[in-house]
C-alpha cells in the first residue's frame, strides 16, 4: 500500500480525533486509566505503522517523492508520536490519579502503575468485565457524575421489578448501564475512551451484542437500545456459575480427546485467567487441574496405544491431514499423513502443542504473581496427586514383595518409600514439561526435607538418579523434544541438584547438617557423588567444627557410595586422614571415658571399611567380618539396576601417614572393639586386597612394623571367638617381614623391672599363640616362616626358672600341662628350621635354651633326630672348611649333651 504522509496523518488525526487533539495539559488532567487505555491504543497504531513500513507493506511518500528518497524504515512524526510520548511520560512519572477498583486491582496483583497496561493484561480485563456485570450493591443508584453526549448514563430502571438489588451478576446490559460502571467504578468519564475499551472487550469475546451484530458500535442512532449478553461466567464472578465453569475445565482436561483438552484449556484462558484477587481455593482447584492433565500423559498414552493404534482407530483430538488446520497454525504441529495416523507419537505431539500454547502461559502468569506461593501450589499439588496415585495403585496391585505374614512396620515402611520416589518423578515430570520455570531448586529442596525429615530418609529413591548428569542415559532422555518447542527460556533454570545443595551448606552448620542428610539421600539411590562435592563438605566441616556424630553421616555417605562405585581411592583416604586428624582428640575421649561410644565405634569401623571396599577387598568377606553390616547395605540398589560397569582403580594404594597415626593413636586407647576393628581392616588390607603386589605389603609392613606388632599384641589379648579365625595368619604375616619390632615388644613386656603383672598377662598371651600354631592357618605360603617365631617359644618357656614371680612360674607350669602333643609337635617344627636356617650364634643360642628346657620335659623331643644329624654334619664340614671351626664344635658338643 502507498500513501502520502499528509493522507496518513490526516486519517489519523480523523479517527482518534478525540485523543490527538488532547493538548498536554488537557491529558495531565486525565485519570490514571484514561491515559493507559489512549497509551495502549496510541501504541498500537504505532506498531502496525512501524513494522509495515520495515516490512515494505507499506510504502509512505512525501509530497510526491518516493520513498527511496527518504530515510528507510522510519516514519516523520506527528500527533500519534507526540501524544503517545506525554501519555508515556505521565505513566512513568507515577503522578496520575487512580480509581479506588484499579488501586485494589494494583495491590492484589503486587503491579506498579508505571509497569502496568490496562488493554494488555488479560486478568486486568477480566476484572473489568466481573465489576461491569456485578450488581452495584454498594454505590447509589442516582445519576452518574459523568455527562455523555454519545451514552445516556443515568442508571436505567432495572432494579424496579425487585425490591433489593441482585446479588448475581446480570447475564444481560444495555450499553448505558456499562458505561456507567466504566465512569463510576473507572473513573473513565471520557466518552471516547469508554467507547474504545467497551469495543475492545466486546471484540475480545467478553460479551456480544443480543442481535449478534459482529461490530458493537455501528449506525444506529439510539445507542441506548443496545442490549449485550454474556455468554459464560467469569472466575471472578461472585455467582454459582462459577462451579460449572470450573468443572467444565476438570471434566475437559481428564479427557482423552485432546479437542476436548483445548476446549477446557479454552474456557481457562479466556474466563479463568491468573488473577490476584482470584481466591486461594480457586487458584488450587485449577493448577491441579492442569498439573493433573500433565502427569497424566503416560496413562493417556497408554489407553492411546491400547484401545486405539493397536485397532488401527483414528485418534482422538488430533488432527490429521484431512482437517482443516488451525489459524495461526502452530509451530510445533506436526503434519500427520495418512498413513501414520495410527501413531502414538502423533498423540503425544499434538498434546505437547496444547501444554506449550496454553498450560505454560497459564501457569508462567501465576508464577509470576508470586513465586514463593507457586513453588508451595505445586509442591502441595504434586504431594497430594502422588498420595492419590499410589493409594489407587496399591489397592488395585498390592506390592509384590511382601506376603501375608508380613509387618505392618514393614509394609508401611515400602509405602512411604514409593511414596517419596513418586513424589520425586511428579516433580521432575514439572521439570520437563517447563512448568517449574525458576522453582525447581525450591521443588527439590521442599522434597529433601520431607525426606530428611522422616524416618525413610535410608531408603533409596530410584528417581533420585534421573536427576543428576553422570546417569548419562537416563539425563539425555530429560533433553526430551518439547524442551525446543516450548517457547521457553529455561537456560536460568536448568535442572542442577547440586547447586541448591551446595549453598545451603554453606550458609551455617544447620545448613550443613541438612545437607548432609542430603547427599546421604543421593549416596542410598546410586547418585555418583562427585569427589569435588565431598571436599567441599570436609572443608565445611573443618570449618564449623562438626563433632563425631554429626560427621558419622558424611562417613556412612562416603560408604554408601562406594559400596558401588569404589573410585577416587586417593582422594577418599585423603579426605579421611584429614577429618580423624581433626576429630583424634574427641574420639580419644570418648574412647577413654567410656560413655557414648557406639557412635565413635561406627565412625571408626565405616570409615576402614571404607578404605577396604577402595582396596578390592572381597565384600562376602568383609561382611563376614562384620565390618559392615547386611542392614547398612541391604537396601542400596544393586550396580546392574543402576547400570554401573565394573572397573578397576589404576592409582595406587598409597595409606596417608596421618591416617596411620590416626589409627595408632586409636589402637593405643587399648579399647577391645576399637583393637578388633583396626586388626580387621589390617588383616584384609594385607591378606586379602587385589591391588596389593606381595612385595608392596612388605614394604607396608616394613614401614608400619611397631604399629602393626602392638596391634597383633593387643589382639591376642583379646578374647573374642570372631578374631580367632585371622589373628594367626595376621601374626605371621607381620613377623615373616620384620621380626625386630615383635622382639622388642617381648622385651618390653618381660622385662624383669616391669611390672609382674604385666608379665603375667604376656604369658597368657603368648599361650593363645602356641595354641594357635597347630592351625593349618598358622602360615604363610611361599615363606620360611617357623624361624620368626621362635621368640615367642622362647619367652614363654624361659618364664618357667628365669621369672623371680612364683606366680608367673607356677602359670607357665599350669598352662603347659594344658598343651597337647600337637603343639609340641609344632613347636619342635618351627625350632627345626631355626637350626637348619639360622647362623652359628643363633644356633648356640638355641641348643642352649634347648637343653635347659629339656631338664623340665625329659620326655619331649625337641627337636628330630633328622635334624640334629644334618647339623652335626654341616658342623663338621664347617669345621674342616671355613674359620667357624671352635663354635661349630661347641654346638656339636651341646647337641651331643642333648
Same mark, same amino acid.
Given at each position: ?34 491515559? *493507559?487505555?489512549?497509551?495502549?491504543? &496510541? ?14 507493506? =507499506? ?89 455523555? *453526549? ?7 430502571? =432495572? ?121 486461594? +481455593?480457586?487458584?488450587? #482447584? ?23 493404534? !493397536? ?74 496427586? $502422588? ?51 525458576? =522453582? ?53 533454570? $536448568? ?24 547427599? +546421604?539421600?543421593?549416596?542410598? *539411590? ?42 577416587? #581411592? ?154 580367632? !579365625? ?11 617381614? %620384620? ?15 616391669? %611390672?609382674?603383672?604385666?608379665? &603375667? ?25 617357623? *624361624? ?14 628365669? %621369672? ?16 597337647? !602333643? ?54 663338621? +664340614? ?21
Amino acid at each position: 500500500m502507498t500513501i502520502e504522509w499528509n493522507a496518513l496523518r490526516q486519517s489519523c488525526v480523523d479517527f482518534y480525533g478525540d485523543i490527538l487533539s488532547l493538548s498536554q495539559e488537557e491529558l495531565r488532567g486525565r485519570r490514571f486509566e484514561e491515559i *493507559s487505555i489512549t497509551a495502549s491504543i &496510541l501504541w498500537t497504531q504505532l506498531q502496525l505503522l512501524t513494522h509495515g513500513v520495515a516490512l515494505g507493506s =507499506i510504502l509512505i511518500t512525501h509530497n510526491g517523492r518516493g520513498p527511496g528518497e527518504l530515510t528507510p524504515h522510519k516514519v516523520a512524526e506527528f500527533e500519534l508520536h507526540r501524544v503517545l510520548q506525554t501519555c508515556e511520560d505521565l505513566i512513568s512519572q507515577d503522578v496520575l490519579a487512580v480509581s479506588a477498583a484499579t488501586e485494589d486491582y494494583l495491590q492484589d496483583n503486587d503491579l506498579q502503575r508505571s509497569e502496568h497496561s490496562i488493554l494488555f493484561d488479560w486478568s486486568n480485563l477480566t476484572y473489568t468485565t466481573t465489576t461491569i456485570k456485578s450488581p452495584a450493591t454498594n454505590h447509589a443508584l442516582g445519576p452518574s457524575a459523568s455527562q455523555s *453526549s454519545l451514552l445516556t448514563v443515568t442508571q436505567p430502571d =432495572i432494579f424496579s421489578a425487585v425490591k433489593e438489588p441482585p446479588n448475581h451478576p446480570f447475564e444481560m446490559l444495555p450499553l448505558s448501564h456499562m458505561r456507567d460502571v466504566l465512569g463510576r467504578d473507572f473513573d473513565l468519564h471520557s466518552d471516547g475512551i469508554a467507547k474504545y475499551l467497551l469495543s475492545y472487550l466486546h471484540h475480545l469475546g467478553f460479551f456480544e451484542r443480543v442481535d449478534r451484530h459482529p461490530t458493537l458500535f455501528d449506525d444506529n442512532p439510539n445507542v441506548n437500545s443496545i442490549s449485550c449478553s454474556f455468554p459464560l461466567p467469569l472466575g471472578l464472578d461472585l455467582s454459582t456459575d462459577v462451579e460449572t465453569l470450573f468443572a467444565s475445565v476438570e471434566a475437559c482436561l481428564s479427557d482423552l480427546d485432546l479437542s476436548v483438552n483445548e476446549t477446557g484449556f479454552l474456557l481457562l484462558s479466556r474466563r479463568l485467567w491468573p488473577n490476584g484477587m482470584a481466591s486461594e +481455593y480457586a487458584v488450587r #482447584r485449577l493448577t491441579q487441574a492442569i498439573i493433573s492433565w500433565v502427569f497424566a500423559e503416560d496413562d493417556n498414552l497408554a489407553t492411546i496405544l491400547r484401545d486405539y493404534v !493397536a485397532r488401527q482407530q483414528s485418534l482422538p483430538g488430533v488432527r490429521t491431514a484431512d482437517d482443516v488446520n488451525p489459524w495461526p497454525e502452530a509451530r510445533t504441529l506436526r503434519h500427520v499423513p495418512p498413513s501414520s495416523v495410527h501413531n502414538g507419537g502423533d498423540y503425544v505431539t499434538a498434546r505437547r502443542s496444547l501444554l506449550s500454547h496454553y498450560a505454560i502461559p497459564w501457569l508462567s502468569a501465576l508464577h509470576n504473581e508470586d513465586v514463593d506461593n507457586y513453588a508451595m501450589l505445586l509442591y502441595e499439588t504434586s504431594v497430594q496427586l $502422588a498420595q492419590t496415585s499410589l493409594s489407587a495403585d496399591l489397592l488395585v496391585a498390592p506390592s509384590p514383595n511382601f506376603s501375608p505374614t508380613t509387618s505392618t512396620d514393614a509394609v508401611t515402611h515400602n509405602r512411604d518409600a514409593q511414596y517419596f520416589d513418586r513424589l520425586l518423578r511428579f516433580i521432575i515430570r514439572l521439570s520437563q514439561n517447563s512448568v517449574t520455570f525458576t =522453582i525447581f531448586d525450591d521443588l527439590f529442596v521442599r522434597w529433601l526435607e520431607a525426606v530428611s525429615a522422616s524416618d525413610r530418609f535410608e531408603e533409596p529413591i530410584p528417581s533420585l538418579s534421573r536427576l543428576f548428569a553422570r546417569d548419562a542415559q537416563e539425563s539425555a532422555s530429560r533433553a526430551s523434544v518439547f524442551d525446543s518447542t516450548a517457547g521457553q527460556d529455561t537456560s536460568d533454570a $536448568a535442572i542442577d541438584p547440586w547447586r541448591r545443595v551446595i549453598s545451603v551448606s554453606a550458609e551455617n552448620k544447620a545448613g550443613l547438617l541438612r545437607s548432609l542428610r542430603w547427599i +546421604y539421600v543421593f549416596a542410598r *539411590s546410586g547418585v555418583d557423588v562427585p569427589i569435588q562435592t565431598y571436599f567441599h563438605f570436609i572443608t565445611l566441616m573443618e570449618k564449623f567444627q562438626t563433632t563425631v556424630t554429626e560427621s558419622l553421616l558424611f562417613v556412612k555417605t562416603v560408604m554408601s557410595s562406594t559400596w558401588q562405585r569404589p573410585t577416587s #581411592r586417593f582422594e577418599i583416604q585423603d579426605m579421611f586422614a584429614k577429618l580423624h586428624t581433626r576429630l583424634m582428640p574427641e574420639v580419644l575421649q570418648t574412647l577413654s571415658g567410656g560413655t557414648h561410644i557406639k557412635n565413635v565405634l561406627h565412625f571408626i569401623r565405616q570409615t576402614l571399611a571404607t578404605c577396604l571396599l577402595l582396596y578390592g577387598c572381597n565384600r562376602t568377606e568383609v561382611m563376614e567380618l562384620e565390618m559392615i553390616y547386611n542392614d547398612e547395605i541391604k537396601d542400596i540398589p544393586s550396580r546392574r539396576k543402576i547400570n554401573i560397569r565394573s572397573s578397576i582403580v589404576s592409582d595406587p594404594i598409597i595409606v596417608p601417614p596421618n591416617f596411620m597415626a590416626a589409627i595408632n593413636r586409636y589402637m593405643s586407647a587399648d579399647v577391645d572393639d576399637v583393637s578388633c576393628l583396626i586388626a580387621k581392616f589390617f588383616h584384609m588390607f594385607l591378606m586379602r586386597s587385589p591391588y596389593l603386589e606381595p612385595h608392596e605389603v612388605d614394604n607396608f609392613i616394613l614401614k608400619n612394623g611397631s604399629m602393626l606388632c602392638n596391634c597383633v599384641w593387643q589382639l591376642y589379648g583379646i578374647r573374642r571367638p570372631e578374631i580367632s !579365625a585371622f589373628r594367626a595368619p595376621f601374626i605371621l604375616r607381620t613377623l615373616v617381614v %620384620d621380626s625386630q619390632p615383635f622382639q622388642n615388644t617381648l622385651k618390653k613386656v618381660f622385662s624383669a623391672e616391669g %611390672d609382674w603383672e604385666l608379665r &603375667l598377662e604376656g604369658i597368657a598371651r603368648l599361650f593363645r599363640i602356641i595354641l594357635d600354631s597347630p592351625s593349618p592357618d598358622f602360615q604363610v605360603e611361599g615363606r620360611q616362616w617357623k *624361624s620368626s617365631v621362635g621368640d615367642v617359644f622362647y619367652y614363654f618357656f624361659a618364664s618357667l626358672w628365669a %621369672d623371680k614371680k612364683e606366680e608367673i612360674r607356677l602359670s607357665v607350669d599350669t598352662l603347659v600341662s594344658n598343651m597337647l !602333643a600337637v603343639h609340641f609337635h609344632a613347636i619342635s617344627s618351627c625350632w627345626d628350621e631355626v637350626l637348619s636356617k639360622s647362623p652359628i650364634e643363633e644356633r648356640v643360642k638355641l641348643v642352649s635354651f634347648l637343653i635347659q628346657l629339656r631338664s623340665h620335659f625329659p620326655t619331649w623331643q625337641v627337636v628330630s633326630w633328622e635334624v640334629i644329624v644334618e647339623t652335626l654334619l654341616e658342623d663338621q +664340614y664347617d669345621e674342616k672348611e671355613s674359620g667357624d671351626g671352635p663354635a661349630a664344635a661347641h654346638l656339636a658338643s651341646l647337641f651331643l649333651s642333648m
